[in-house]
């Protein structure tokens, strides 16, 4: 166990639906981080928050937005949902959030676009 | 931009055999490196890294070392157990970009 938590595990839901993917990182993690993993892409990153400010930012699409609140739960909003957006969503957290830090991720929220 | 290159597989290994994986990198600026671990239905797990170069990492009975000569960082284990069946992405981040660039993975699986 990562202590990383991510809800819901599985998410079965329509094109053109809104969907939210929720991470609680470890506690005493203030950088949250979230990648997609999909059999045509791989594991790709999306975006990175650190102490609720946005830090980085990936290949993510603009139907998709994220946040990190005060107690440093993250959000990964997902819009106009597409067949193509059905993937393994990561959520991974670390301390300071630098380059040699060990990332400690979830069990992914795996998400079913029909 | 930063890159990995990973051995493609998947890897079928009998019990107690040697396993490697090869696994390059290129990256702008000097990088940190990483075996992350995904048995099948769970996420990722640290396998073992290495900050700087001529670092060995272990963990498990399996080893890297960070050659920033040839810009490896290969897998490897002298014998292998089913349990160690399960998905082995290389990855690594810098000082520049903190995310972490994986690998394509690479599947192994250990048959008794």
């Known amino acids: 166990d990562s202590g990383v938590t991510q809800t819901p595990k599985h998410l079965i839901t329509a094109t053109g639906q809104r969907v939210t993917l929720r991470c609680s990182p470890r506690?005493?993690?203030?950088?949250v981080y979230w990648y997609q993993q999909s059999l045509d892409q791989g594991l790709q990153f999306l975006i990175q928050?650190?102490?609720?400010?946005?830090?980085a930012k990936g290949n993510i699409l603009e139907r998709f937005s994220a946040q990190q609140f005060p107690d440093l739960h993250s959000e990964l909003n997902l819009s106009s949902l597409e067949l193509g957006d059905s993937a393994l969503y990561f959520c991974?957290?670390?301390?300071?959030?630098?380059?040699?830090?060990?990332?400690?991720f979830g069990p992914g929220t795996r998400l079913l676009v029909l | 931009g930063n890159s990995v290159t990973q051995m493609e597989g998947p890897v079928t290994l009998s019990e107690e055999a040697f396993l490697t994986i090869n696994c390059t990198y290129t990256?702008?600026?000097?990088?940190?490196l990483f075996w992350y671990v995904q048995y099948p239905g769970e996420g990722l797990q640290l396998l073992l890294k290495?900050?700087?170069?001529?670092d060995k990492g272990s963990n498990k009975g399996f080893e890297a070392t960070y050659r920033k000569e040839t810009t490896s960082f290969h897998l490897e284990k002298g014998s292998v157990q089913v349990s160690d069946s399960a998905v082995y992405f290389c990855?690594?981040?810098?000082?520049?970009?903190?995310?972490?660039?994986f690998g394509a993975g690479t599947t192994v699986t250990v048959r008794a």
């Open positions: 290495a900050t700087k170069a001529d």
């Open positions: 991974a957290s670390s301390a300071d959030g630098t380059a040699q830090e060990t990332q400690y």
């Open positions: 506690s005493g993690d203030l950088s």
């Open positions: 990855a690594l981040s810098d000082r520049n970009d903190y995310k972490l660039s």
């Open positions: 928050y650190y102490n609720g400010e946005e830090r």
């Open positions: 990256a702008t600026g000097y990088p940190s």
